[in-house]
Every structure is written in structure tokens, then in C-alpha cells.
């Protein structure tokens, strides 16, 4: 994303990423844990001589969930001339002891874990015009916090010249679910040098499926992430193409889906399969089909980065016609226990189809979840996401739900007296001043029952004790994190590369 976009979008990600509801306001603030495997990435990264300036935001990850007070990181540049360093204007204050030095602080807690979290102590780079082509430097980062042991970690900076890559027009089409079509590609140089080859980042929702397996195309669990073009492109042409596609059969309609095309340099593209190995992932493997060409072109080798990204992203969007909806099913639980016994209910949402619901563009949860306990139990756990609401618990899950799949949430529960066929109850989506998904074609199994010590054939919709698995008729069964990657895995691989700020500042947790 470009660098100006960052900071207006930041905010609201950081929004996004927030726990949601009243428990959650009212919760309150956590000790300082220890760090749990901590780790620090920080990317290289290729900046164009006489660019704007190029955003880095490093990330952080943890084993478990932890809370780090008084973070704070020192950025410094070594082995360039010519090259700055200054605030990114993220989350923290960040302020320069001189022009290769910068220090940041923050008051607030910084709350990452397994999924990792950007977004603090931002810094942009620029390579001045006094800075020497081809030269390599190295940034260090040293992030300490309150009970922890200090982090350092480099990055190699790359001086390189500097082209402008600017992506084709907005495209809008409409489709019913299970129809093919051409998502056109367009790019153009509009600087004052020759682009030595060309590559495309694909962010896409789920509703884009690919269709063929191209040779420079990147595929990563069957989908297409990028794709890396030789042809060079001269100052004031336009290269085109198309990349074939199939809108999913179970893409909700009517409605509608975006696929956002990055154009990236092929040294801008080396910078973001290195963070991806950090990150333990990458781009894919190449397709096993035939070559995609845009136009015919001599081919250059020469290292380069995008002196203007503001211009380098294309929306193709399409609306999906016709008539395809989602039921989402109640997922209750049967258990069965005696006093004194700590039984597992799974409980939350299953959708049955036919559309698979994907809200990762406004990063809403499709459901929202009361849970309400059998009589005779008290709670010993609930799981992240769900918190306290009188005498019962709400709990946010993931912006994606495939169809066939489940979101299920883990409680434990002290059976503190036997009450035969005690009851308590599963609701989605209950009316609420909230954004939820309110198009559900069957509201009437939007409640389940968690049955403890039935005495009939129950009517939860689980399994037994400490089991309450909530497949729903051999249905598989993911979790809230599954959800979103499987929805989303694409979406946060290219946002990882580009520099798009997500920031949070906390994470509710409740456990009793």
C-alpha cells in the first residue's frame, strides 16, 4: 500500500483489530508479562534515489499472549551516505538524534502473540540524491521493554534507481458465482526511465479463483499470489494483459469482491520474499503451465524501486449477480458430568452454505456470539475473544466463514451440583447496534442448546462430555484464527510486503 495511504488507513485498522463490546471497555488493564518467545522482523528493503521516502513498520510475535510496557526501539543506519531516517508517523513518538538515528517511545502497552502485530515506531527512509547507486547498508534495531531482555535485529538497505510505476485504471465487472472472467493488467511507466521488468502482487477476497497456472506466476495452497514479468518498459508506454479467473460458486450474491493489484519492482519483490521467510512463509511455487506475457519487450537486469507507490495499485472489483445466501446454525454442545468434574464445551456458528460470508475488507466478524451457561456450572476458562456480559458471555470471532465450516469457541466448566437436563443456550447474531451479517436465510437455528446430564437424546448440537465438538453433521470444524487465514491468508501476505499498518493496542482476555 502506498505510503501516504499507511497513515490514513492506520487508525482504522487499529480499530478493527481492537476487541469489541462493553466487557471489553470496562476490562481491566493487565500486568506486564514476561516475553514467551518474543521475536522482532524487521525487512529489507530497496529505496529509489530522489523517492518521497518508503515506510518500514516492524512486526512483533510471541509464543503466547503478552503484554510488553514502556516499549521502546532505536533505529540505526549504518555504511550509506545519503540515506535518512526519520518518523513514520505510526503508533509512538519517534524523534531523531540525528539524521541516522531515530529513537521511539510509547506510554501504552504494546499486546502481541502467535498472530503477530505491526504498527509502532514507524520509520520512513529516504535515499537523497547525494546517495550512491548500487550501495548497501545495514539498519539496526534494538527494541527493550519493561522485564525484558533487549532485541536486536538487522536489515539490509539498498540503494537503487528509481522508477514510476503506475497501475492501469479502476475495473468494475458483474458476474453470477461460478462464471469465468479476465481481470485486465495495466501498467505504465510513467517516470523518466527505463523499467527493467515488472511484478504484480495479487490481494485478493475469496470470491477470485484462479484458473490457470502460469510459469512466472507465484501459487501458494493453490492460489495465486504474484506474478514477475522480463519485459522492460520504456518511459511514457503501457504494458497489458489479463489474468484469467473464476468467481467462486459459493460467493455470496448478490454482493460484491475486490482483488487489489500491486506493481512492484522485481528488487521491490526480492524485498518481500525475504520478510516472508522471516515470517516463516513464502510467495509459493511457481506454476507448472505456460509463460504470461504482457507485451513483447527487450529484457534489462539492472536493480531498481518505485520512486512514487502512490500510483501503483489497480481495484478490480466485481459484483456478484443473482441470488446465493448463507444460513448460519447455532453450534451448541451435549456434556456429560458428575460434581466436582471440569467439562470442555465447544460451542459458536456453522455455515451451512450455500455462500461462503467474507467481511475482510471492513474487517467486521461475521457473528457474534452469546453464550449462556447450563445451571450447575461454573466457569474455570473462556477462551481469547470472549469476555463477561451479565450472566452471559460474548465472544467475536474471524471476518470469514467458508460455507461447511465451523467457528467454535472452547469453554471449561466445573459442574458444581448435578441438575438433569440443565440447559443453557448458543445465540448468533441477536439483534444488536453493531455491524453483524443480517442477510441470514434461516434465523430460526440462530439458537442451540448446551445440554449438561441429559436424560433424553439431547439437543445440543455437540458431542459429549468434555468433547462438545459441534460438527454439525461430519462438517469440518475450524477455529476463529482458521477462519480468518483461509479467508484472508492472501490479503495479510501482500499487506506484510507493502507496509500496511495494523496497531493494537490491546487484547482483552477473559478468564475466571
Same mark, same amino acid.
Given at each position: 500500500?502506498?505510503?501516504?495511504s499507511?497513515?490514513?488507513v492506520?487508525?482504522?485498522?487499529?480499530?478493527?483489530a481492537a476487541?469489541?463490546?462493553?466487557?471489553?471497555?470496562?476490562?481491566?488493564?493487565?500486568?506486564?508479562?514476561?516475553?514467551a518467545?518474543?521475536?522482532?522482523?524487521?525487512?529489507?528493503?530497496?529505496?529509489?534515489?530522489?523517492?518521497?521516502?518508503?515506510?518500514?513498520s516492524?512486526?512483533?510475535?510471541?509464543?503466547?499472549?503478552?503484554?510488553l510496557?514502556?516499549?521502546?526501539?532505536?533505529?540505526?543506519?549504518?555504511?550509506?551516505?545519503?540515506?535518512?531516517l526519520?518518523?513514520?508517523?505510526?503508533?509512538?513518538?519517534c524523534?531523531?538524534?540525528?539524521?541516522v538515528?531515530?529513537e521511539c517511545?510509547?506510554d501504552?502497552?504494546l499486546?502481541?502473540?502467535?498472530?503477530?502485530?505491526?504498527?509502532?515506531?514507524?520509520?520512513?527512509? /529516504?535515499?537523497?540524491?547525494?546517495?550512491?547507486?548500487?550501495?548497501?547498508g545495514?539498519?539496526?534495531?534494538t527494541?527493550?521493554?519493561?522485564?525484558?531482555?533487549?532485541?536486536?535485529?538487522?536489515?539490509t538497505?539498498?540503494?537503487?534507481g528509481?522508477?514510476?510505476?503506475?497501475a492501469?485504471?479502476?475495473?468494475?465487472?458483474s458476474?453470477?458465482?461460478?462464471?469465468?472472467?479476465?481481470?485486465?493488467?495495466?501498467?505504465h511507466?510513467a517516470?523518466?526511465?527505463?523499467?527493467?521488468?515488472?511484478?504484480?502482487?495479487?490481494?485478493?477476497?475469496?470470491?477470485?479463483q484462479?484458473?490457470?497456472?502460469?510459469?512466472?506466476?507465484?501459487?501458494?495452497?493453490?492460489e495465486?499470489?504474484?506474478?514477475?514479468?522480463?519485459?522492460s518498459?520504456?518511459?511514457?508506454a503501457?504494458?497489458?494483459?489479463?489474468?484469467?479467473?473464476?468467481?467462486?460458486?459459493d460467493?455470496?450474491?448478490?454482493?460484491?469482491?475486490?482483488?487489489?493489484?500491486?506493481?512492484?519492482t522485481?528488487?521491490?519483490?526480492?524485498?518481500?520474499?525475504?520478510?516472508?521467510?522471516?515470517?516463516g512463509?513464502?510467495?509459493?511455487?511457481p506454476?507448472g503451465?505456460?509463460?504470461? /506475457?504482457?507485451?513483447?519487450?527487450?529484457?534489462?537486469?539492472?536493480?531498481?524501486?518505485?520512486?512514487?507507490?502512490?500510483?501503483?495499485?489497480?481495484?478490480?472489483?466485481?459484483?456478484?449477480?443473482?441470488t446465493?445466501?448463507?444460513?448460519?446454525?447455532?453450534?451448541?454442545?451435549?456434556?456429560k458430568?458428575?460434581?466436582g468434574?471440569v467439562?470442555?464445551a465447544?460451542?459458536?456458528?456453522?455455515?451451512?452454505g450455500?455462500?461462503?460470508?467474507?467481511?475482510?475488507?471492513?474487517g467486521?466478524?461475521?457473528?457474534?456470539i452469546k453464550?449462556?451457561?447450563?445451571?450447575g456450572?461454573?466457569?474455570?476458562?473462556?477462551?481469547?475473544?470472549?469476555?463477561?456480559?451479565?450472566?452471559?458471555?460474548?465472544?467475536?470471532?474471524?471476518w470469514?466463514?467458508?460455507?461447511?465450516?465451523a467457528?467454535?469457541?472452547?469453554? /471449561?466448566?466445573?459442574v458444581t451440583?448435578?441438575?438433569?437436563?440443565?440447559?443453557?443456550?448458543?445465540?448468533?447474531?441477536?439483534?444488536?447496534e453493531?455491524?453483524?451479517?443480517?442477510?441470514?436465510t434461516?434465523?430460526?437455528?440462530?439458537?442451540g442448546?448446551?445440554?449438561?446430564?441429559?436424560?433424553?437424546?439431547g439437543t445440543?448440537t455437540?458431542?459429549?462430555?468434555?468433547?462438545?465438538?459441534?460438527?454439525?453433521?461430519?462438517?469440518?470444524?475450524?477455529?476463529?484464527?482458521?477462519?480468518v487465514?483461509g479467508?484472508?491468508?492472501?490479503?495479510?501476505?501482500?499487506?506484510?510486503?507493502?507496509?500496511?499498518?495494523?496497531?493494537?493496542?490491546r487484547?482483552?482476555?477473559?478468564?475466571?
Amino acid at each position: 500500500m502506498p505510503s501516504n495511504s499507511v497513515r490514513r488507513v492506520s487508525a482504522a485498522l487499529a480499530a478493527i483489530a481492537a476487541t469489541c463490546g462493553p466487557a471489553a471497555a470496562a476490562a481491566a488493564p493487565a500486568a506486564a508479562a514476561p516475553a514467551a518467545g518474543l521475536t522482532m522482523i524487521v525487512r529489507d528493503m530497496t529505496l529509489p534515489v530522489g523517492g518521497a521516502g518508503t515506510l518500514l513498520s516492524p512486526s512483533w510475535w510471541a509464543d503466547e499472549e503478552t503484554v510488553l510496557s514502556e516499549p521502546r526501539l532505536t533505529y540505526t543506519l549504518s555504511g550509506l551516505t545519503g540515506v535518512t531516517l526519520a518518523d513514520g508517523d505510526g503508533v509512538g513518538e519517534c524523534v531523531n538524534e540525528s539524521p541516522v538515528k531515530l529513537e521511539c517511545t510509547d506510554d501504552w502497552e504494546l499486546s502481541t502473540g502467535p498472530d503477530g502485530i505491526t504498527g509502532w515506531f514507524s520509520a520512513m527512509l /529516504k535515499a537523497t540524491r547525494s546517495a550512491t547507486l548500487g550501495t548497501s547498508g545495514t539498519l539496526t534495531a534494538t527494541f527493550v521493554a519493561d522485564g525484558i531482555a533487549p532485541i536486536t535485529e538487522q536489515a539490509t538497505i539498498r540503494v537503487a534507481g528509481g522508477v514510476d510505476l503506475k497501475a492501469g485504471p479502476d475495473v468494475s465487472l458483474s458476474r453470477k458465482p461460478g462464471a469465468t472472467f479476465d481481470a485486465p493488467l495495466v501498467v505504465h511507466n510513467a517516470g523518466r526511465t527505463v523499467a527493467d521488468g515488472t511484478s504484480v502482487v495479487f490481494n485478493r477476497d475469496w470470491a477470485f479463483q484462479t484458473t490457470t497456472r502460469f510459469s512466472n506466476c507465484f501459487y501458494r495452497d493453490g492460489e495465486l499470489t504474484a506474478c514477475t514479468f522480463d519485459q522492460s518498459l520504456a518511459p511514457g508506454a503501457t504494458l497489458r494483459g489479463a489474468m484469467p479467473y473464476k468467481l467462486r460458486a459459493d460467493t455470496y450474491a448478490p454482493g460484491g469482491a475486490v482483488n487489489q493489484l500491486e506493481w512492484l519492482t522485481p528488487a521491490e519483490l526480492e524485498d518481500l520474499e525475504a520478510l516472508l521467510r522471516q515470517e516463516g512463509r513464502t510467495l509459493g511455487t511457481p506454476g507448472g503451465g505456460g509463460v504470461l /506475457k504482457l507485451r513483447q519487450a527487450a529484457s534489462a537486469s539492472s536493480r531498481q524501486a518505485d520512486t512514487n507507490p502512490d500510483n501503483n495499485w489497480t481495484n478490480v472489483g466485481i459484483r456478484a449477480t443473482g441470488t446465493n445466501g448463507a444460513d448460519l446454525v447455532a453450534v451448541g454442545a451435549d456434556l456429560k458430568g458428575a460434581a466436582g468434574e471440569v467439562v470442555t464445551a465447544r460451542v459458536g456458528v456453522r455455515n451451512a452454505g450455500p455462500a461462503t460470508v467474507d467481511f475482510g475488507r471492513s474487517g467486521e466478524p461475521v457473528a457474534r456470539i452469546k453464550v449462556k451457561l447450563p445451571a450447575g456450572t461454573e466457569l474455570v476458562s473462556a477462551p481469547d475473544g470472549c469476555s463477561r456480559d451479565g450472566a452471559a458471555y460474548r465472544c467475536s470471532g474471524g471476518w470469514f466463514l467458508q460455507t461447511g465450516h465451523a467457528e467454535t469457541y472452547t469453554f /471449561k466448566l466445573r459442574v458444581t451440583r448435578v441438575v438433569p437436563d440443565a440447559k443453557g443456550a448458543v445465540v448468533v447474531n441477536e439483534p444488536c447496534e453493531c455491524e453483524q451479517f443480517s442477510q441470514d436465510t434461516n434465523p430460526a437455528n440462530n439458537t442451540g442448546a448446551i445440554v449438561l446430564n441429559g436424560t433424553g437424546t439431547g439437543t445440543g448440537t455437540g458431542t459429549g462430555t468434555g468433547g462438545g465438538g459441534g460438527q454439525g453433521g461430519g462438517l469440518p470444524v475450524t477455529g476463529p484464527v482458521a477462519g480468518v487465514i483461509g479467508g484472508a491468508g492472501l490479503v495479510l501476505l501482500v499487506a506484510g510486503g507493502a507496509g500496511v499498518v495494523i496497531a493494537r493496542r490491546r487484547r482483552t482476555r477473559f478468564v475466571a
